[in-house]
């Protein structure tokens, strides 16, 4: 088929209405919580995205944090092309994948074994599955708008698009699927007993906007899960390997039993893991009775650019993600605060989160206030217009990354001074 040329994003995205549902692939593409027509993307340069009719956006989507040494990087983008020429899916053990466990392993403590998939829903639902597995046990326990993918026993009181289109959870779902599942709020260690498998929790919830766990929140999910033998998983899909070379376990220094990877591990690229010592994981089929598969899990191209993706990231890879988002959140906040609106920009080491709300953020029920304010449409078309994407959803965070410069971090703070002007009267 000859290259699509549109003229519009407009008429573009009209095309991608009739052939996709809602013209997306995922909701959280859609703007159906800020309202307008998505812009269509015909390409991506480091922190930029370029739409159909050849406008730049710089762009901190970097979707959703599955790049973070930006678009088409040319070290990555050269493994995947030698890997493509070499072949993309065989059906058996390939050396690749050797590579990115091993990179995996090396970087994270406790963690012995891993299993790849092709996307973090895949890699919560098997980590659900062998925490079931193992402990015989049916309970899970979640906490109120994290974010764990799309399973049907994840996506009770989910963050992310689920809260975005304000939906309690999903049609679809049976009672049954979900009768195992127990909420809490985020920041309170329930109490558990011998009937609770596994708490699955993001450590640093990034679903929800950014909410920072408080001291004490997930030591206390590490000492209770403990004394009743349910296994604690950590969701590290965001975290892991963004956060820190160890990811969060290892800047907050709790260890979980099992961690969930995705985003990052695939340098742009379809992918998940679930990870753990062998004592758990060999619980997997062929080695134990939990069957999981995937005719793609692994993927050739998909590892070959996670692998030099994690390589890639050195000893300065993280100080100076870290440098940005600071410099970023102290900027945006005083900018924002300047214009009159109220707003918080809570910040963990490479994350970044935006509220318009005059009080901290700590659970859900906080965010959900906060996004009640309403000024979060206005203020990203604000930005939008001028060049700037933010993710079309509130709950959603701000991935700064290696590719953003100390002068895109002062251009996007300038931006916001005068978007925020335009928010607070339009
Ligand atoms: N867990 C977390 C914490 C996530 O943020 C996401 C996706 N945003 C997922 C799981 C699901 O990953 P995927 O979209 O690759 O299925």
């Known amino acids: 088929m000859a290259a699509m040329i549109f003229e519009s994003n407009e008429a573009a995205f009209r095309a991608a209405s009739e052939l996709m549902v809602g013209g997306v692939n995922s909701p959280v593409r859609s703007f159906a919580s800020v ?3 998505p812009y269509v993307v015909e390409r991506g340069e480091g922190a930029w995205v370029i739409d159909v009719e050849g406008r730049r956006y710089l762009d901190y989507v970097q979707s959703y944090g599955a790049v ?14 030698d890997q493509a020429a070499r072949g993309t899916t065989f059906g058996a053990p390939t050396v690749g994948e050797i590579r ?52 049907d026993a994840l996506l009770a009181a989910a963050g992310s698009g689920v ?19 127990i909420v809490v709020p985020y920041q309170e260690v329930p109490t558990l007993d011998e009937r609770v498998a596994a708490v699955i929790v993001e450590p640093i919830a990034a679903n ?33 390997f963004r956060v ?40 997997l089929a062929p080695a134990g009775s939990i069957y999981q598969a995937g005719t793609l899990s692994g993927n050739p191209v998909a590892t070959a650019a996670g692998a030099v993706a994690l390589e890639l990231l050195d000893a300065g890879s993280y ?49 959900r206030r906060a996004v009640g304010s309403g000024w979060y449409a206005p203020f990203f078309h604000a930005m939008l217009r001028r060049g700037i994407a933010l993710a079309p959803g509130p709950y959603e965070i701000l991935f700064p990354g290696l590719a953003h410069s100390a002068d895109d971090v002062d251009r996007t703070i300038d931006i916001a001074s005068a978007a925020a002007r335009d928010a607070f009267v339009a």
């Open 244 to 283: 820190a070379r160890g990811g969060a376990s290892e800047l907050l220094g709790v260890q979980p039993d099992l961690w969930c990877f995705g985003k990052v591990i695939g340098g742009g690229l379809p992918i998940g893991a679930v990870a753990g010592p062998g004592t758990i994981m060999d619980h």
């Open 35 to 37: 309202g307008g027509t």
């Open 68 to 81: 973070i040494h930006g678009h088409a990087d040319a070290r990555i983008t050269r493994a995947i092309a």
């Open 319 to 367: 100080p100076q993600l870290e440098g940005r988002a600071r410099a970023l959140a102290t900027g945006l906040a005083s900018v924002i605060a300047e214009a009159g609106l109220p707003v918080q920009v809570p910040q963990v080491a490479s994350l970044l989160g935006l509220f318009f709300s005059d009080e901290p953020v700590r659970t859900y029920a906080d965010a």
């Open 163 to 181: 809260a975005s289109l304000s939906l309690p959870g999903s049609a679809g779902i049976p009672d049954g699927a979900v009768a195992d599942t």
């Open 208 to 240: 929800m906007g950014l909410v920072a766990p408080e001291p004490g929140f997930l030591e206390g999910l590490r000492a209770e899960t403990q004394r009743v033998g349910a296994l604690l998983i950590f969701d590290e899909v965001i975290t892991g």
């Open 100 to 151: 990115l466990a091993s990179a995996i392993v090396d970087r994270v403590a406790g963690v012995e074994r891993v299993r790849l998939t092709s996307s973090g829903t895949e890699a919560t639902m098997t980590a659900i599955r062998l925490a079931r597995g193992v402990t015989g046990r049916s309970r899970i326990v979640k906490f109120d708008g994290c974010y764990h993918g799309h399973s």
